[in-house]
Nanobody, 125 residues
Framework: QVQLVESGGGSVQAGGSLRLSCAAS????????MGWFRQAPGKEREGVAR???????MYADSVKGRFTISKDNAKTTLYLRINSLKPEDTAMYYC???????????????????WGQGTQVTVSS
């Protein structure tokens, strides 16, 4: 059973930084993408970054240059480094992994179907 557990969220002032982590277990899709999504109150969930097995990355235009997605060598932990935080980055951030057969969320060429419970990021001005 795939489990994704996020951590690292918090309340910060604008201009600050955070590093989100996602511990993955039971995920054996070696060809799969992993990614980060976010959902602000009253808005739809949006993809912000994804990384493929070969390490190639893609980012939403709104976060390019400020967000960095990475994963450890054992590929069991996914990270999202967030710099220069803005109030509009306030959202629940979700880790996701590809489920190429049953996933229902397409983003940056990947079919996501496993989700964590989310970690809240709140940015004050």
């Amino acid at each position: 059973q795939v489990q994704l557990v996020e951590s690292g969220g918090g309340s910060v002032q604008a201009g600050g930084s955070l590093r989100l982590s996602c511990a993955a277990s039971g995920y054996t899709d070696s060809s799969g993408c992993m990614g980060w999504f976010r959902q602000a109150p009253g808005k739809e969930r949006e993809g912000v970054a994804r990384i493929e097995r070969d390490g190639s990355t893609m980012y939403a235009d709104s976060v390019k240059g400020r967000f960095t997605i990475s994963k450890d060598n054992a590929k069991t932990t996914l990270y999202l480094r967030i710099n220069s935080l803005k109030p509009e980055d306030t959202a629940m951030y979700y880790c996701a992994a590809e489920n190429w057969m049953y996933g229902t969320t397409w983003y940056a060429g990947c079919r996501f179907g496993y989700w964590g419970q989310g970690t809240q990021v709140t940015v004050s001005s």
